[in-house]
């Protein structure tokens, strides 16, 4: 029911050394039964992307305290956390607060 | 979040453009912007308010406590990281304001390479550096880079209390400023452009400059032994933070700052608070993490960041590009339960993913704590690395407490040594087992490290369990233990004869040096030490 989406998704403030040290990746989200939302995207990522310590990043169902996600610079929060519906273009960034000071 | 709820339940948008659901609230602040962040449990803020609120809450932490005088000279100490970039970036622009409302101190900008301690390669180091140093030429601050390895060249005086400058009242606060504005109103020179009135665009490069690369390779080397030998994650942490600590502190003495200037966040005071409490410095925790710390008397540490959470930090240096460089600490990738500073992060951003107010809770429970009445830091003996006021009496042998602290000293009978002192027992090498003698022969090592230990507060005391040998340790820790060691006390001083060496004293180092001239405080520390060594 859900086209294929190409969305940008980037890791800063320390997630990207579980990432390889890449910070943007573009990605094309496969076409699949539900729409995708911030929930589906982040199983993926796992799956996908994520190279080591699934734990550092996801913790059950969302992302672990401490992680920033921003979609759109916008704070997640405002847009219903990990239910928002993924939009084509969409740019999803993860910040990880929990480095340096 | 009702609201925002209700929209993401609607069906996909029909055609071009897509409408971007959720955002119907509105910014709390002026009504009508679209938000961008939402801060504390629930208060959405649009771009423009949110950068007026972050810069104001920095200038208002500067303006309610009033310590920093105009013209001073204050050290920021950069690691980097985005709390410390944010507040570098934050100076910067508060002293290019219009001259009103312009910050009024004199900056300068301190970046500590720790790589060696956090096991990095030399290239990786040197990109970091380079990194580092693109952005430090672009603030126009004086700036300076030192290694972690220096402290292997620092002179025992930076363990020193120096005499405290007198504080200035509300009143002369006042009386500074407006001195200052009158200065430079006659001066003429106000309003053009934003020039700090220290050099613009001095670079200061990294001292020092003409180091031996061999020097430089075998501090390297006994930096990373010295971590390497230390047994807990906790406890490297720990002394690592010590360490970089007196690095500061002496860079900043020996630049004439009396102020540093620390990017300690919200969160990062709140998970402190708890992780000291849990290591044993529930005493000290009104300086460790209340916004000024004057422990080191001439220069006082302040925490201007200490009331934007990590959340608003990362937020603001996303949408404004604040640049920062990203440093692979020690802890990085380091599971839950490698040390208690992990645990206790773990714990409370947990809890404040569920309860939204943990963190400001125990941040405010911070900023209730007192702290006792000292005067200057004439008032009792100090921490040999913390330099905060002890607060082990080692003399309490009847308690489970006092019977833990002094496990090594009693392992040495206390006779003492009658002429020059015995040959150093030569099986004790690094990291060797402390019963090496079996107590036959006095070992002067093992006596050494009784008289450290006996110098340290409960939390340094527990750390140094984890550290097995102090050999790896810098050079200037152990000449201050061992001086302040061989200070006499009063009560003997009577029984000494004017050449004579040793007759009651059992530090064990030979010929006996006069004591220096420290005033005070020197006395008072060495009547606290004396007494537990001669008991």
């Known amino acids: 029911m859900a086209a294929p989406l190409s969305v940008e998704v980037e890791f800063g403030g320390g ?13 094309t989200l496969p076409g699949q039964e539900e729409p995708w939302d911030i929930r589906n995207l982040l199983v993926w990522i796992k799956k996908n992307l994520l190279k080591e310590r699934p734990e550092l990043f996801i ?21 219903g956390e990990l239910d928002y519906q993924l939009q084509d273009q969409d740019s999803i960034l993860f910040i990880s607060t929990l480095h340096g000071g | ?69 105009p013209g001073e000279k204050v050290l920021l100490a950069w690691s980097g990281g985005p709390s410390s970039s944010s507040m570098v970036w934050q100076v910067l ?48 601050f004086p700036w300076h880079v030192v290694t972690l390895e220096e402290v292997f060249a620092l002179p025992p005086s930076v363990l020193r209390c120096s005499a405290q400058k007198p504080v200035g009242t509300v009143g002369t606060y006042k009386v500074a400023v407006d001195s200052f504005l009158q200065q430079q109103h006659t001066l003429g020179a106000e309003g053009v452009g934003g020039s700090p009135s220290s050099a613009q665009g001095e670079a200061q490069p990294s001292q020092p400059c003409t180091q031996d690369p061999q020097d430089l390779a075998a501090q390297t080397e006994a930096l990373s032994r010295l971590f390497d030998s230390v047994k807990t994650l906790t406890a490297k942490e720990e002394l690592l933070q010590t360490l970089r600590t007196h690095l500061i502190l002496h860079v900043a003495r020996t630049h004439g700052y009396s102020k540093v200037m620390t990017g300690d966040s919200c969160t990062r005071l709140a998970i402190k608070l708890m992780t000291s409490l849990a290591l044993g410095r529930g005493a000290f925790l009104a300086w460790d993490t209340g916004f000024s710390d004057e ?32 440093t692979p600490a020690m802890d990085t990738k380091a599971p839950e339960k490698a040390s208690i500073h992990r645990l206790m992060e773990g714990f409370l951003l947990r809890l404040q993913a569920q309860f939204p107010s943990t ?10 704590l007192v702290k006792a009445p000292r005067d200057g830091c004439a008032a009792g003996p100090r921490c040999l690395l913390c330099m905060c006021s002890l607060d082990v009496d080692a003399a309490d042998s009847a308690t489970a407490f006092g019977a833990q602290t002094q496990d090594f000293s009693q392992m040495q009978p206390s006779t003492p040594l009658a002429g020059a002192p015995t040959v150093p027992c030569r099986a004790a090498e690094v990291g060797r087992a402390p019963n090496c003698c079996q107590g036959t022969r006095p070992c002067r090592r093992e006596d050494s490290r009784a008289h450290v230990i006996e110098q340290l507060c409960y939390g340094c005391r527990v750390n140094m369990k984890d550290v097995p040998s102090l050999d790896p340790l810098p050079p ?5 233990a061992r001086l302040r060691s061989q200070r006499p006390s009063p009560e003997i001083q009577e029984y000494l004869l004017e050449n004579s060496d040793d007759e009651a004293h059992t530090s064990g180092s030979g010929a006996w040096g006069p004591p220096e001239q ?16 001669f008991n």
């Open chain 1, 15 to 27: 997630a990207e050394l579980l990432f390889d040290g890449v910070k943007k990746h573009q990605v």
């Open chain 1, 59 to 79: 913790q059950g169902d969302s992302v672990r305290p401490g992680i920033l996600v921003l979609v759109n610079d916008a704070d997640w929060e405002l847009l």
């Open chain 2, 1 to 69: 979040m009702c609201q925002v709820g209700e929209d993401y339940g609607d069906p996909a948008p029909e055609g071009p453009p897509p409408l971007r659901p959720g955002r119907e609230l509105k910014c709390v602040k002026c009504t009508e912007g679209l938000p961008v962040v939402v801060i504390r449990a629930g208060d959405a803020f649009c771009r423009d308010c949110f950068r007026a609120f972050y810069i104001h809450k920095f200038r208002a932490v500067l303006g309610k406590n009033r310590l920093i005088f």
């Open chain 2, 93 to 140: 622009e508060g002293l290019s304001r219009d001259s009103a409302k312009r910050l009024r101190f004199v900056p300068g900008v301190v970046y500590v390479d720790e790589g060696a301690a956090c096991g990095q390669s030399r290239e990786d180091r040197a990109k970091t550096l380079s990194d580092v140093k693109l952005i430090l030429q672009t603030l126009g």
């Open chain 2, 295 to 326: 422990r080191h008397g001439d220069v006082v540490v302040v925490r201007p960041m200490r009331e934007h959470t990590l959340k608003e930090v990362a937020f603001y240096n996303r949408l404004f590009a604040v640049p920062s460089v990203f």
């Open chain 2, 359 to 368: 963190v400001s809770t125990v941040y405010r429970t911070s900023e209730k």
């Open chain 2, 476 to 480: 200037y820790i152990l000449a201050e």
């Open chain 2, 518 to 533: 420290e005033g005070k405080d020197g006395q008072t520390a060495c009547n606290c030490i004396n007494k537990n060594i």
